[in-house]
Every structure is written in C-alpha cells, then in structure tokens.
C-alpha cells in the first residue's frame, strides 16, 4: 500500500475513532482556550392575549458556538490529530515524516483546511467539551498573528446552526371546484387597469345647490 493511500484511511476512520473529542469537522484543536455557546430565542414586543391559540409569539433562533482555538509548530501532532486530516499527511515525505509532523508548515495545513471547510458550502459538526452540534457553517473565521504568534495559529471561529426544514406541496383546485373561489382561489393578474374618474363630491353639490360659495374643491 502506497503512503499516500494509508493517509488517506487514516484521515477516513478520524469520524469513527475520534468524534467524541473537540472537532470542527474532522480538524481537531491542538489546543482549547475558549468555547463560548449561544442560545438566543426571539420572543415579540407586542402583548399577547391570555389563553390565545397562538405560536409565533416567540421561535428559536440557530444556535451559536465560538471557538477560541489554537494550534503550534513547535508541538508534536498527536495521534488524533493525524487521523483528523489537519496534517496533509499525503505532502511529507516518508523519509522526514517526523520533522514534517511539526515545525515550519503545520500551522498553514491547518489554516488552510479552515478556510476551505469555511467556503466549500457543506455543512459539518462541531464537537466541543460541552456539546455537540450538527449542521453548522463557519460564517467567521479571525486569525491574528504577531511577534508572539509567528510559529502557531490562534483562530476565533464563530460557528452557527442551519436549521432544516422539510416542505411539502399541495395542488389547489381550479376555481370551477371551490365552493368560495373568491375566497379560497389564488390571486391572479387582471392585466393593466386603467382608473376610473371620479364625479364632483357631494360637497361641491352642497355648495353650488346652496349657494355657499365656500371654497370647496371638486374630486
């Protein structure tokens, strides 16, 4: 078996090993600072009246985690890590496969597979020391490098929910079948109308049968 394809078995079985550690996705954190979870519920201003059948008066927006997470050139990639697919296994060569797992170049593996994950569309699942979620997309990712943070990678990743819904459709009757179409039929387009002009108000016939002479506008 070529090098190339047992990296890629081990990255395939990090989702069966390892999906009770922290994860975004199948990349696992080198190191947790911050998980920070976000549950908001938007509830109306308006009053509500006691004992009325109604149920948008308050709904559960997506839930929210950001991740303060941190990876290092200068540790050695843990076995989860390797079979997470963090570490490009398939771009090292097997005859330096212990100075590629760390030093120059890991940190920019990870952040790469970051910022692909944040961009290709698909969903993924979040696994923290708290919760887990499923169907989640990175609509921010921030990294900021200084002097102290050359050789690592601090990410805050802000993850929120997608909420799936099914729909279904309904076939309407024509109007010929319903008992009130004038009700129950869908709008249909009448094509461009034209106003109707209207005649003097009963106001100006006051004023021209009484003779007021008020100054009133005819419509």
């Known amino acids: 078996m070529s090098f190339s394809a ?10 069966v090993l390892f999906q009770t550690h922290r994860a975004i996705g199948t990349i ?14 938007t509830i109306t201003q308006h009053p509500v009246e006691f004992g009325a ?37 398939t771009q090292l060569d097997p005859a330096n496969l212990i100075g590629g797992l760390f030093g120059d170049g890991y940190v920019q593996q990870v952040y790469k597979k ?8 698909k969903l993924f699942s979040v696994f923290t020391g708290k919760r ?17 943070t050359e ?9 929120q929910e997608v909420i799936i ?8 009757p024509s109007q010929d079948q319903q008992t009130f179409p004038q009700q129950t039929s869908p ?18 016939h006051l004023n021209e049968t009484l003779g007021l002479g008020l100054p009133v506008q005819g419509g």
């Open 6 to 15: 047992a990296a890629g078995i081990l990255s395939g079985l990090s989702t």
């Open 28 to 41: 696992i954190p080198g190191c947790a600072i911050e998980e920070r979870h976000v549950d908001r519920m």
């Open 53 to 89: 059948p109604v149920n948008d008066h308050m709904y559960v927006m997506p839930a929210e985690v950001t991740l303060r997470w941190a990876w290092s050139n200068s540790i050695l990639i843990s076995p989860a890590t390797l079979l997470s697919g963090a570490a490009d296994l």
């Open 114 to 121: 970051l910022l692909a994950m944040r961009i290709s569309g």
């Open 132 to 148: 887990m979620y499923t169907n989640m997309a990175m609509p921010s990712l921030m990294v900021v490098t200084d002097v102290n």
């Open 151 to 159: 050789n690592s990678l601090m990410v805050v990743a802000v993850c």
């Open 165 to 172: 819904v099914s729909t279904q459709s309904t076939q309407v």
């Open 187 to 204: 709008n249909q387009s009448q094509g461009p109308q034209q106003p109707t002009p209207q005649g003097p108000s009963i106001l100006v």
